[in-house]
């Protein structure tokens, strides 16, 4: 029996040091694309190693500066994280006037309607085909009936809730890092502007990140006893819902938390821990599924929206992310095709069916440039930089496209640096104690859930932020890894002038 729980152990440790070489190569390509992306869009080629090399100091600066911020105390850094976060997220909020379009404006209008009495969602084709836009747009409409209907109120509960995810993100990383490799990658979410670009765009992601990491938090809390477990379970199953009735993307940490399950028991010495492992993992999903589902027949039974809190067009997500043309982006042609038919439901399912049947190689080919694309690109500017800021910047004799551009590239050099460190994070985690953590085993099989989803999926570069906020907290053990090896040498250093 011995023996056997012996083979298990080895066969768990091993498959969670493949979880992380195989996250830490997630992040290694991720870094090669975005270099690769800098040097190709960059002219004369030189300047990408100035960009580079600016980025590189840029985060030395900020994760030198959080080792030393994390030796106070725990709690005082923690206020002073947030309170940085509110300060730099709420001064972008306020100073940018983007001005919601596309289908921010569509789900802002509902929302004002909304809070007024006047439901358009029950008739609306866009919210019957994709209902669970109404989860967002019936939180807008609440903050619109207690705030009055402000945009930038609006923007500013978004600072909130990503400054919230700066400090759950360094939360997180405590879990499995030291004090000071945890403040330094706080601090580079904190300062990086693709943590903080969006904040002024009316979209979901900010509230539903904010509410997926606030699942992993909880769910991993040290807990004894059963009377602990369960109710943290629990709460993290309805962190999950939640999160996904903002944006339907909790499924990725359901998929994590199932597969982090594998791993603890395959590791666990006992009976015991086994089923408080499976029932503390059954109980969370079980909150997620039942809740989810109980929010959307409540969603119908009220009649906000008759299609519930579901996708009643998933086809349509595929059938963008499989276009080889586009590769994997929007297609004003595919909508042209799906929605100007008798029957969008059978057309998107034509066209599918047409992507799926091509060679292998194609389909390869085709995941390999969406994944650079995605991943590799420079962030988008577009969202937040609306015609009206453009227009402002430039009537100041300001040159926005040399502006934009700059900035990108900038962005681009402090990118390619925090998954450089993302990456030693990962191969930290493979070689050290790291791997036997069960937020860091959550964290990055969330990470590869979705790098994989967006393999058939469309792909747009400000969805990426979900991979960028459950990534981070592991450059806390990439940084704890540097710190290291220099104690190491700063020693070695020293015996060999005493000896001499």
């Not at 900010?206 to 997926?212: K, P």
């Not at 994590?256 to 006992?270: N, Y």
């Not at 821990?273 to 039942?290: E, M, P, S, T």
Request: glycine share 10%; proline share 3%; charged share 15%.
């Amino acid at each position: 029996m011995k023996s056997g729980n012996c083979v298990l152990k080895r066969t768990g440790d091993a498959l969670s040091r493949v979880l992380f070489f195989c996250f830490a190569a997630l992040a290694a390509a991720i870094l090669w694309w975005t270099a690769e992306n800098l040097f190709r869009e960059t002219a004369p080629g030189w300047m990408t190693l100035v960009y580079l090399g600016l980025g590189g100091a840029v985060t030395a600066a900020l994760a030198w500066l959080g080792c030393l911020t994390g030796r106070c105390r725990e709690k005082t850094f923690c206020l002073i994280l947030l309170l940085c976060a509110l300060l730099v997220r709420c001064a972008w909020a306020v100073l940018v006037d983007t001005q919601p379009e596309s289908d921010f404006g569509n789900l802002y209008a509902a929302a004002g309607k909304l809070a007024q009495g006047t439901n358009v969602m029950k008739d609306n084709p866009y919210f019957q085909r994709w209902s669970y836009q109404t989860g967002f747009v019936a939180w807008m409409a609440l903050l619109i009936r207690l705030f009055g209907d402000s945009v930038l109120m609006l923007k500013l509960s978004n600072a909130l809730f990503s400054s919230l995810s700066v400090l759950l993100v360094y939360l997180l990383a405590r879990r499995f890092a030291s004090r000071q490799g945890a403040g330094g990658a706080a601090l580079l979410y904190l300062f990086y502007p693709g943590a903080w670009l969006l904040t002024p765009v009316l979209t979901n992601q900010h509230l539903s990140e904010c509410l997926l990491l606030a699942a992993v938090y909880v769910y991993t809390i040290p807990a004894e006893g059963w009377n602990k477990k369960l109710p943290l379970a629990a709460g993290a199953g309805a962190l999950l819902t939640l999160s996904n009735v903002i944006r339907p993307s909790a499924v990725v940490a359901v998929l994590a938390v199932a597969a982090a399950l594998v791993l603890r028991l395959l590791e666990s010495g006992g009976a015991r821990g086994r089923i408080q492992a499976l029932a503390v993992a059954v109980l969370a999903v079980a909150v997620y599924a039942g809740l989810g589902a109980g929010l959307s027949g409540l969603t119908r039974a009220t009649g906000l929206n008759p299609g519930g809190l579901e996708n009643n067009l998933p086809q349509w997500k595929f059938v963008l992310g499989l276009n080889q043309e586009t590769n994997g982006r929007y297609s004003f042609q595919d909508a042209q095709m799906v929605f100007d038919s008798d029957d969008p439901q059978e057309a998107a399912q034509q066209l599918l069916k047409e992507r799926l049947d091509c060679p292998p190689g194609e389909l390869l080919g085709l995941m390999y440039r969406k994944s650079a694309k995605m991943w590799g690109s420079f962030e988008e500017m577009v969202w937040t930089f609306t015609q009206n800021v453009t227009a402002r910047l430039e009537a100041g004799g300001i040159d926005t496209g040399q502006l934009y551009s700059r900035c990108q590239r900038g962005m681009a050099g402090c990118y390619a640096w925090i998954f450089l460190l993302i990456a030693l994070g990962g191969v930290g985690a493979a070689l050290g104690p790291g791997r036997h953590s069960t937020a860091a085993r959550v964290l990055a099989l969330i990470a590869l859930a979705y790098f994989c989803a967006h393999l058939l999926i469309e792909i747009q570069v400000r969805y990426r932020s979900l991979l960028l906020a459950v990534a981070i907290p592991l450059a806390a053990l990439g940084l704890d890894w540097i710190r290291a090896r220099w104690s190491r040498r700063r020693e070695t250093t020293a015996e060999l002038k005493s000896d001499t």
